[in-house]
């Protein structure tokens, strides 16, 4: 099993990152059995049952192509499996998750925080990685807002020493 390239983004950018590439080859970090319920367990998610899987894998595809493409069908078709519902009590607000089908609770979580990412992170800084062919995503919360790379060791040094040899080759 591959290492992930990157790791510690919000939960959403996490997932997506679960899928990069290696010297060119796409690599699935979700691939291989088990692979998906650790990921789980990393976060925090219980899967319930090991049908959680495939909605967690549909939530993937639906949070990239929602980010790549700002198309939004199949995001919205995660979240109809769940909502919140709010109400009060003695002790205040109170909010409920309902789940549709509890297999679905990981993949609907993930996209209902991809919902609140966009909704609170600040305007453009949700990114995709400059690096050439790079696939990753992160949240630039850099000071100055102009991170471009998902990582300096990776990306970020690659395209400095392409920049820094086509400078001195000329």
């Known amino acids: 099993m591959s290492i992930r390239p990157l ?7 996490d997932l997506v990152d679960t899928q990069w590439r290696e010297h060119g080859v796409p690599v699935d970090g979700l691939a291989e059995p088990g692979a998906a319920e650790a990921w789980l367990a990393e976060h925090g998610l219980d ?3 090991a049908a959680a899987v495939e909605p967690l894998l549909q939530a993937r595809r639906a ?10 069908t199949d995001l919205n078709a995660v979240l109809e499996h769940g909502r919140i519902r709010t109400g009060l009590d003695s002790a205040g607000p109170t909010e409920t998750i ?10 609907w979580t993930v996209a ?10 600040p305007p453009g800084r949700i990114r995709h990685c400059d690096g050439a062919g790079c696939v ?3 949240l630039d919360t850099s000071r100055n807002g102009r991170r471009r790379w998902c990582s300096m060791a990776g990306c970020g040094n690659r395209a400095k020493a392409r920049a820094h040899y086509s400078r001195t080759s000329s």
């Open 63 to 72: 949070i990239r192509i929602a980010l790549e493409h700002d198309r939004f």
């Open 112 to 121: 209902r925080a991809l919902v609140d990412l966009v909704r609170d992170a």
């Open 47 to 49: 899967p319930a049952t």
């Open 136 to 138: 990753l995503w992160f």
């Open 7 to 13: 790791i510690g983004e919000p939960l959403p950018l």
């Open 98 to 107: 309902e789940i549709d089908d509890p297999a679905w609770l990981p993949a």
